[in-house]
């Protein structure tokens, strides 16, 4: 308390000064009009640039939720896109009829693990049966079609990669139509074979290979890969055809789920036919 | 004591009374008056004696800045300058210490320490009080040029009437 005193007796001028410079700071600002803008316009700037500071690092911890917010809205949207709607009403005389019920919704989900380089690759999403997760379904991201579930959990499903030989998809060519199936050799992460394809149709380096949608799995038109190369075995009827992935299977994160609401009915009626 | 005491009051009247009657009308006459600034009260800083503790001298040059702001409708600029001042006296006192020390009945004036030292003091004190009014009053560090010329030019007019209130009324 002393050494307090005797501080203040020693240095009590330059708190006065400070003191005393900062009522007329006060002062100043509070009473003449030119002073003041330019206190409040400084301020503003001070105070704009802490806050955007401040935005940019919180907005950095809101990214997740942002990337959330912006996966369900693709889901969404692709729900509207024209090859999810299955036509209700067939075209009668010519007269297209815009009726038509949707067919395949598409849930989000993250790929918690993943693997590319086993015999067997696999992956686990987040999503599982209390989001209506059901094994078949097709599963894609942005750049195309990604793999199938196999088994659901409540919350977590584990889907069976393109690179999984257990995993055949129905594919066609986007220029003539003719159809295969794309399955996995084992070997090359980015490469997959087309067989199937019979010989007889015309087919070049560079055409692109999109998903049939005679699986009931994935919608018609979805993007797999081009053409790498392809030659014709002796004896055999169909060409071999090395497919060039578009996906990058190594860096899933965000995915779709298809949901196809018809499929019940399709199985059965194919059930029924057999 | 109470000699001192009353001087120094009736001073700060005095110079309060000329710098708003006389050097704000004729600054406001001038043609270039936002160069020229006459600036006399400061020298009330400066003459204030030697045994006045720093605490009291800060106080007395804030209720100075505050006579001065009210009468230029200025409120805290003159104060804030005229507290610096203050403030900065016993460093440039003890600055341009003379030989002898100084005495500590006596005022800083003319009469006591010659014309010489004198006019040292009432430079760096007016110029360093000068500087700091006008940057207080541009407020920002956008105008430092012309803050710069504003302090010279205010400077040469009013150090010239400070040395004349020294002459004339040569507080013996």
Known sequence: MRNLFLLFIKYGHIFLFLFLEFVCFILIVRYNRAQNEIYLNSANIVSGAIYSKVNNVSEYFKLDEVADSLANENARLRKLLYNSSYQSVTNVDSIFNQDSVFQYSYLVGKVVNNSINLNNNKFTINKGSKDGVKPRMGIINSNGVVGIIKDVKKNYSVALSLLNRQVKISVSLKNNGSFGSLAWKGIYPNILNLEDVPKHSNISI????????????FPPNLMIGVID????EPGFNSYTIEVDLNNDLSRLNYVYIIDNILIEEQREIEALSQ | MNNVNLKNGLRFILLVLLQIGVFKQITMQMEYASYFHLFIYPIFIFLLPFRYSKVLIISLSFALGIAIDIFYDSIGIHA??????AFIRPT???LIKPQSDYDVLL????????????????????????????SVEAFTFVYIGQVLLKTIGSFVASILFILIYQFILNPK
Not at chain 2, 80 to 85: R, S
């Open chain 1, 206 to 217: 560079g055409d692109t290979v999109v998903t049939s949608g005679y699986s009931s799995k």
């Open chain 1, 229 to 232: 190369t392809f030659w014709l």
């Open chain 2, 80 to 85: 804030a300058a005229c507290v610096f001042t």
């Open chain 2, 92 to 94: 440039v006192l003890e």
């Open chain 2, 107 to 134: 005022s800083p004036t003319v009469s006591n320490f010659g014309f010489i030292w004198f006019v040292t003091y009432a430079t760096i004190m007016l110029f360093a009080h000068l500087l700091f009014y006008f």
